[in-house]
């Protein structure tokens, strides 16, 4: 599957960046945006599951439909495509994780300094003072997707309190996104995985890299945009090709 210069020319990688999206937790169980082919998504407009305006309109629908999707990815596991990422590390100096995912899969798996270009299930805000808020240490009790929650308080100001994931409208994170950019520019490979390379500005990510001289790898089952840039594609799963990866540097070393 993989030509010995390829092999040779990660080895040879200072910095990789891998660039990840819901495609590499969707063996852990975790449905993709595009793929999903029921749920929420398919029944609401997405502008009210994640918008500022959607939330203000049904905020218990809202809170309710992220908190199942918290219990969802709580009650999941790291899948062999986010432990082989962590193996990857022991070839480069320098290995830096940037994920559209809002999932913690890639901690649990053990990846350090994870960039969250679009926030995180894990770690809500007040919806009026940005505040952030605490969750109990629990599971949420949300057992069916759909179902009402009504939103905690804020501790400071009595707002209501807002999933902390980037909704349409919003910006990346200032610094999450400057720390992506430095590290895309540092880099000498790209690995862009289970992405659908069509929500910016992530997708922008592969062409600065390419502008400062990086290879492009692609791992995705399905073409994408990106196929034609990339210097290499392979078509798959996540979970599968990396370990297959992973082994294959070992041999070669
Ligand atoms: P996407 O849903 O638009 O695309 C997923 C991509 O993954 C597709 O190209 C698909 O072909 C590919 N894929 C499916 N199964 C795969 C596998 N086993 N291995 C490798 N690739 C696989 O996801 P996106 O590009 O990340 O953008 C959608 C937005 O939805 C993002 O903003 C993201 O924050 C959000 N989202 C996140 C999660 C999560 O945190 N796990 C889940 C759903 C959506
Ligand atoms: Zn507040």
Redesign the pocket.
């Known amino acids: 599957m993989f030509s010995e210069d390829f092999l040779i020319g990660l080895l040879r990688a200072r910095r990789i960046t891998v660039l ?8 852990s169980g ?7 082919q029921t749920g929420l998504w398919e029944r609401y407009d997405p502008a009210l599951l994640a918008s500022a305006e959607g939330y203000k309109e049904d905020k218990s629908l809202v809170w309710g439909w992220y908190e199942w ?1 918290r219990a969802q ?1 709580l009650k999941a596991k790291p899948n062999p ?1 986010h432990l082989a990422l962590v193996e990857l590390e022991r070839f480069v100096d320098e290995l830096t994780v940037v ?5 913690d ?1 890639h901690e649990r798996a053990g990846s350090k300094g994870v960039i969250h ?2 926030g995180s ?1 894990h770690h809500p805000k007040c919806f009026s003072c940005n505040e952030p808020h605490e969750f109990a240490n629990t599971i949420p009790n949300i057992a069916i997707e759909g179902e009402r929650l009504e939103p905690p308080r804020c501790d400071y100001c009595g707002g209501s309190i807002r999933p902390g ?2 909704w349409f409208g919003e910006l990346v994170p200032e610094e999450a996104w400057q720390q992506a950019e430095d590290a895309v520019i540092d880099s000498d490979v790209l690995l862009s ?7 910016r500005p ?2 922008m990510l592969p062409d600065i890299a390419i502008v400062h001289g990086a290879k492009i790898v692609q ?4 073409p ?1 945009p990106l196929d034609s840039k990339a210097h290499y594609n392979f078509r ?6 990396l370990p297959t990866l992973v082994k294959a540097l070992s041999d070669l070393i």
């Open positions: 990840t999206g819901a495609g590499i937790s969707a063996e975790i449905a993709t945006f595009r793929d999903a999707r990815v495509g994920t559209q995912n809002v999932d899969l270009l679009h299930l994931v980037v995985i289970g992405t659908s390379s069509l929500v992530a997708s791992i995705n089952p399905d994408t798959g799963k996540a979970g599968e090709i």
